[in-house]
Structure formats: structure tokens, C-alpha cells
């Protein structure tokens, strides 16, 4: 795959979005939207632009590319982590999109994440010191690494966090009245997925109907199908979204893998796994509720320990990299490597990368 070459913002988004468009299937309504949402703010513009961070990082963070490399998550941010019920139908929470995963120096998931961090504050979406947040995070890191990892079940612990996702339970009326107001698919839904959202429905669901769903920011312009109906009078629905390559590889030049990471990444994390989230050629499969989606981080972090929230964040990192470190050897080559780095360098990286995105968004 050849590594493009790009000199402006503009020019970057044109090559990504042409690349993208001989992949999958893109709708332009949903480019549209995703476009004027990156106008809104630079915390918007910051996470549906990943393919963007690709081409910066090896520019702007040379060094960290000779870093040892686990299965990353990717394109992690602050509103990347939400809840979901595992098998014992326990409330879980964690990183819930892993849509970009790839293999990375193991930094550049923690980079990301403060990265996004910092251009959160800035739109006043959390409110913590630069410094204290990077801190945070890598000490919620380094204590999943030294650990082994540990998955955050809200079952007994962290109750304020229980809370959070407690408050979106209850909001549950406007979670169903956007799903149920989607507008119906107007292009040809593939059998085989028709077939397994139906699958994954209940056998005694009523009136279900096949929607257009349009949500998060990154995967605008995906197919992204939902499947609505009704059990013993109230809504239950499953989705469907349609997978890429990640853009790791086309900003790169570097050769994809095979298969995607994404399924690997999930199934080898330490996690409490979604019993209905899976990945089946090329699309992605969950249960949607409001007890199985993204927490909104205004939710998760007003009046909160934020400073817990981060840590709990760097943590889940880690759960997500310690399934490439299969051994007490690969987890201390990851604890040598971060006492090697500079004392400032999260810190430092994620400033350095964010005042470039600031850059593209004025531009933009």
C-alpha cells in the first residue's frame, strides 16, 4: 500500500475519504454531517479525524515509533468508553469502540488519550489540570500492567461511576425515541447481515424494522444498520456496522494484515465480554440499550472524581494492550521502556499533538 503524500488538512481529508470510498460503501448524507460536525469544535474535529493522527504521529513523534508494539485500540479518546451487561448480566464498563484497532508502539493509544484530554478541557468537557490528567492516566496504566489487568465491574465498586451509567438508564425514553426516529435504509442492506440481526433478535419480537443509524463522529459515512422491535412492550434493537482497514495502513504505506485486529484485540483484551458483540465479515455486532452505549464524558466527569475517571481510563488501556503481553517478560519489556522515557514525555506529546490538531481545525 503506498504511503500518501499530503500537505494540507483539506488535501489529507480528500485522499483519506477517496481511499475510503474504494474500500466500503460510504454514505455521503452521514460525510456531510460528519463534516459539519469537525466545524463545531476542535474536540469534534479531533475525533473524526483519526486518519488525520496517522499521518502526524510518525511526524511529529519519531522516536516513539521505535517503541515495542501491542494490539492498540487506535483511535482512543475520551468518549471512546461506555458500558455494557456480560454474560452475568452484570453492568461493565470499558472501551467500547475498537473499530481502528491496530498495531502501534504501545505509547500512542496513552498518547491519543491525552491528547483528547487536553482538547476536552479546552471546550470545557473536563475540567483538570494538563499535567494531573497526564499523570493519571499513566499511573492507571502502569497499575494495569503491573497488575495483570482487571476488567471494571460496577457491581460493589465504583459507585459513583454506577451512578453515571444508572442516570442514563433512566433516561431511557430518549434514547428509544432516537433510535426509533432514525429514518429507514435506503440502500440495500447485505442478506447475510439482515440475516444475523435478525438472528440476534428474540424469537418472539414484534413489529421489528430495519433503521438508518447515524452516530459517533469517526465512523460517519459508514453503513451503520440497526434492527428495532418490540418484547413485551418495550424496545429492544441490535446494530450492524460496517469495518475497515484501519487507517494506520493507509497513511503508513504498511502492509495490512489478513484479518482485522479488531476481533483479536476484543477477544484477548482482560475484559468482562459483551455476549453480543462480535465481528463477522467486516461488520461489527452488538445489543444497543441504554445500559450498552458510549458515556458521555460531560455525564462522567461533572461534580465526579475526574481525576479516578483518568485513571480508570489509563487501567482500561491496559487491559487492551496485556493481550498482546502474554508473558511477565513481555509486560516488564512495556515497564522498562516507559522508565526510559523522558519524565514529561505523555505530557509533552500530547501538547504537541494537539496544538496540531488546533492548526488543522483553523484550517479547516
Known amino acids: 500500500m503506498p504511503k500518501p503524500n499530503f500537505e494540507s488538512f483539506r488535501e489529507s481529508t480528500a485522499a483519506y475519504e477517496s481511499w475510503l470510498a474504494g474500500e466500503i460503501k460510504l454514505i455521503h448524507s452521514d460525510l456531510k454531517t460528519k463534516h459539519t460536525a469537525m466545524r463545531k469544535d476542535a474536540f469534534s474535529f479531533f475525533r473524526a479525524t483519526f486518519y488525520r493522527w496517522c499521518q502526524l504521529v510518525p511526524e511529529l513523534l519519531p522516536e516513539m515509533m521505535k517503541l515495542p508494539s501491542v494490539r492498540s485500540v487506535g483511535d482512543l479518546h475520551v468518549e471512546n468508553f461506555g458500558t455494557w451487561r456480560d454474560k452475568e448480566g452484570r453492568l461493565i464498563w470499558g472501551i467500547n469502540d475498537f473499530d481502528e484497532a491496530c498495531a502501534l508502539p504501545f505509547t500512542l493509544d496513552l498518547v491519543r488519550l491525552a491528547t483528547s484530554t487536553r482538547l476536552a478541557a479546552g471546550e470545557n468537557k473536563l475540567v483538570l489540570d494538563s499535567k494531573q490528567t ?116 493507509w497513511a503508513t504505506g504498511l502492509r495490512p494484515p489478513t484479518n482485522l485486529a479488531y476481533s483479536k484485540l476484543l477477544r484477548r483484551a482482560i475484559r468482562a465480554h459483551d455476549p453480543f458483540l462480535c465481528v463477522k465479515d467486516h461488520w461489527s455486532y452488538r445489543r444497543l440499550s441504554p445500559d450498552c452505549t ?28 496485556l493481550g498482546s503481553l502474554t508473558s511477565t517478560q513481555d509486560r516488564q519489556s512495556i515497564l522498562s521502556a516507559l522508565k526510559k522515557l523522558p519524565t514529561d514525555w505523555l505530557y509533552s506529546s500530547g501538547k504537541l499533538l494537539a496544538d496540531a490538531t488546533l492548526n488543522d481545525w483553523k484550517s479547516f
Open 294 to 321: 458510549r458515556v458521555e464524558l460531560s455525564a462522567a466527569s461533572a461534580n465526579r472524581d475526574t481525576r479516578g475517571l483518568l485513571f480508570m481510563m489509563g487501567h482500561e488501556t491496559a487491559n487492551a494492550h
Open 134 to 249: 497526564c499523570e493519571a492516566i499513566l499511573h492507571g496504566y502502569v497499575d494495569g500492567i503491573k497488575s495483570g489487568g482487571k476488567p471494571i465491574v460496577l457491581a460493589g465498586q465504583y459507585a459513583w461511576l454506577r451512578e453515571v451509567a444508572t442516570m442514563q438508564i433512566d433516561a431511557a425514553t430518549d434514547f428509544w425515541n432516537k433510535i426509533e426516529s432514525a429514518p429507514k435504509v435506503n440502500f440495500d442492506i447485505p442478506s447475510s447481515v439482515r440475516k444475523t440481526l435478525e438472528g440476534m433478535m428474540p424469537s418472539i419480537t414484534r413489529h421489528a424494522k430495519f433503521v438508518h443509524r447515524s452516530a459517533g463522529l469517526g465512523s460517519l459515512g459508514r453503513r451503520r444498520i440497526a434492527i428495532v422491535g418490540e418484547v413485551h412492550g418495550t424496545q429492544v434493537a441490535r446494530e450492524a456496522k460496517e469495518l475497515t482497514t484501519s487507517a494506520w495502513y
